[in-house]
């Protein structure tokens, strides 16, 4: 698997130049890259392995 948060920082790059509130709908269009379909593993995933590079998310 893929740097989960290589390609969130990425998109958010890419997003930043179009609205507000990116990095919400960056992190929503990540895990969909790498085909991550279920919400559940992906807020397990973000707790488990990426909690420090996330410091935002409740």
Do not use: R
């Not at 998109?11 to 509130?21: E, L």
């Not at 919400?39 to 973000?46: E, Q, R, S, T, V």
Request: charged share 25%; aromatic share 12%.
């Amino acid at each position: 698997m893929h740097n989960l948060k290589t390609i969130l920082d990425n998109i958010f790059d890419i997003c930043k130049q179009f609205s507000s509130d990116l990095e919400v709908i960056a992190l929503s269009f990540a895990p969909e890259s790498l085909s991550i379909d279920s919400d559940n593993y992906l807020f397990n995933k973000l707790e488990e392995e990426y909690q420090h590079d996330f410091p935002n998310l409740i």
